[in-house]
């Protein structure tokens, strides 16, 4: 049965065409039997229906002749006739009621092929250069109406984007979150360092000495000078020269194409380059914790079927080799 008070449609919020007195005192549950009753013409058939007693359903009757002031259902010799009124009220309350239980116990579903949605997510450059190409190639043979708009983001700024709905979809290295944070990792990583063979010189893996020897380019969010690797390099009783810090991965390559220094990224994004021929890279010659990646989404999203079947896709783009 549905169950709906006045002060829970007073609750839906103020739409279009509703007062919501005029709905005090009023149980959809009411309506509910109503439809029940013009369908079956007998007390006692719509008492069966609806799993309910013969005086309950009477009762029920007696208040809705009360609420329309019309008799409704006459009995006679053959059953129970309905009035006019009665069949007025069946053509429109009908199809109110049966939307309405669509809405509250049908799932709802997305159909990709069909859909104009517009999904905004928050990534840093370097997640965007690994995921988005074969995303967005997915999406034009999946979803070719479906736009996502990239937002740049770090793992400082991600809940906080979420949270104002900036974004619905964060992709980073995520710190622990606010409690209504929802995140579902993607997988581990390590890094690897980049750098122009051409410029640095490089005989197949790059020693401790050379690698605290050459100057260092560092992405930071933050323009700090320092990382986890100078942590690990201080733990050893050494230190690297990091001489241009950028907030951008993006910009690693050209940097590199000019200058004689090396970079330590995400493995996934230099083995990008180095596959597309923008830069050799090989091992980081310190021993650094691996990272992991996640999505994150804000808690009133955990039922939006769109976003579901989008992480979907993220998940395995990110399950490829």
């Not at 370097?126 to 770090?154: C, D, H, S, Y």
């Not at 980073?172 to 979150?177: E, Q, Y």
Request: net charge neutral; glycine share 6%.
């Amino acid at each position: 049965m549905i169950q709906c008070s006045a002060l829970s449609l007073k609750s839906i919020g103020k739409m279009p065409n509703i007062s919501e007195n005029d709905f005090r005192g009023v149980d959809l549950n009411l309506m509910v039997t109503f439809l029940v009753l013009m369908r079956e013409r007998s007390v006692s058939r719509a008492a069966g229906k609806l799993f309910l007693g013969q005086p309950a359903v009477s009762g029920a009757l007696a208040r809705l002749r009360q609420l329309f002031a019309d008799e409704l259902l006459i009995r006679g010799a053959g059953g129970m006739t309905p009035t006019t009124r009665a069949l007025a009220l069946e053509a429109a309350i009908a199809p109110a009621i049966d939307q309405l239980q669509r809405a509250i116990f049908t799932p709802p579903v997305f159909d990709p092929a069909g859909s104009s949605r517009l999904f905004l997510v928050g990534m840093p450059d370097w997640i965007e250069q690994w995921l988005m190409p074969g995303l967005v190639a997915r999406l034009r043979v999946l979803a070719p109406q479906v736009r996502v708009a990239f937002k740049e983001t770090n793992p400082f700024s991600g809940s906080d984007m979420l949270e104002r709905d900036e974004i619905e979809l964060a992709v980073a290295r995520l710190p622990t979150g606010p409690q209504w944070q929802r995140e579902r990792a993607l997988g581990e990583m390590g890094f690897r360092c980049v750098y122009r063979p051409d410029r640095v010189p490089i005989d197949g893996e790059i020693t401790l000495a050379q690698y605290t020897a050459l100057p260092h380019l560092l992405v930071s969010y933050r323009a700090a000078f320092e990382s986890a690797v100078d942590t690990e390099l201080a733990a050893l009783g050494l230190r690297r020269n990091v001489c241009y810090t950028t907030p951008r991965f993006s910009s690693v390559p050209g940097v590199l194409g000019e200058s004689a220094m090396i970079a330590t990224v995400p493995d996934v994004l230099a083995r990008r380059w180095e596959a597309s021929g923008q830069l050799a890279a090989c091992a980081v010659p310190v021993p650094l914790p691996r990272f992991t990646v996640s999505m994150a989404w804000h808690a009133r999203r955990d039922n939006d079927p769109a976003l579901q079947w989008l992480m979907g896709l993220i998940d395995e783009l990110a399950a490829r080799p």
